[in-house]
């Protein structure tokens, strides 16, 4: 693929995923992969673009705020960890057996956004929760997530609408966050295992921060309900291609 179609590529994915929270971890693996870099590269090059991406669109909803500081706080640091070993433990696994699992993480979320979710809570703050339930999805999410090079947020974002009832705008604010955080955590996993070429991966980042800028700003333009259509219908398309990149289907 050409290098500056992919550069692109990666400025539209990011815009249209930071109005989503979810940074765009999952469909900058998803146009690496199809460009032919492997999928251990591609894992660790997307984490990088999706650090530049999310720290800027962080800034952009702190300033607006719509960034719940305590879930960020509380769910962030069940994230750092488990990322880091997603990524560190991604050598164990073979290209082929990454993309499925990206697949099919990514299309649960897709199911999970089209769900009716229950009455928003008004406002800001840590709202009641189920540890048993949060605790659990949330290591799980960092561990998927740091080991594929996704951002976390295709199954944070749904987890802060669905279960703990948080604003969708505020949702996205705060899952962007948390995506920074994730993408961090995993990145240094993946570069710990040596995939990682910089002169490629720093041109495409500048792409995904101007994305990530424009994205956060478009985001206030958007009703609730658009933006979790937006966030299933790309997830599910996501999936289809990787699965169908995995399996070799043309």
Request: overall charge positive; aromatic content about 12%.
């Amino acid at each position: 693929m050409n290098f500056f179609l992919l550069s692109l590529i990666i400025l539209v994915i990011a815009l249209l995923m930071t109005m989503t929270g979810r940074g765009g971890g999952n469909f900058y693996v998803l146009a690496l992969a199809f460009s032919g870099i492997s999928m251990h590269e591609a894992a660790t090059t997307g984490q990088f673009i999706l650090i530049i991406s999310s720290l800027a669109a962080t800034i952009s909803f702190g300033k607006r705020k719509v960034t719940d500081w305590k879930l960020v706080l509380f769910i962030g640091s069940l994230c750092l960890l488990s990322a880091f070993f997603g990524g560190m433990f991604s050598g164990m696994f073979q290209d082929k057996w990454l993309k499925i699992i990206f697949a099919v993480f990514i299309f649960l979320a897709s199911l999970l956004m089209l769900r009716p979710g229950s009455k928003e809570k008004d406002s800001l703050g840590a709202p009641k929760m189920n540890y048993f339930l949060v605790v659990p999805v949330v290591l799980l999410t960092g561990f998927v997530s740091g080991m594929v090079g996704i951002s976390g947020g295709s199954f944070l974002v749904p987890l802060l609408i669905l279960v703990l009832r948080v604003p969708v705008h505020v949702a996205v604010g705060t899952s962007t966050t948390l995506v920074l955080i994730t993408a961090s955590s995993g990145f240094l996993g993946h570069l710990s295992s040596g995939h990682f070429d910089f002169r490629m991966a720093l041109p495409l980042a500048v792409a995904g921060l101007v994305g990530g800028i424009l994205g956060a700003r478009m985001t206030f333009n958007f009703k609730a309900n658009r933006i979790k259509l937006l966030f299933a219908v790309t997830s599910f398309i996501a999936a289809i291609l990787m699965m169908m990149n995995a399996l070799q289907i043309k």
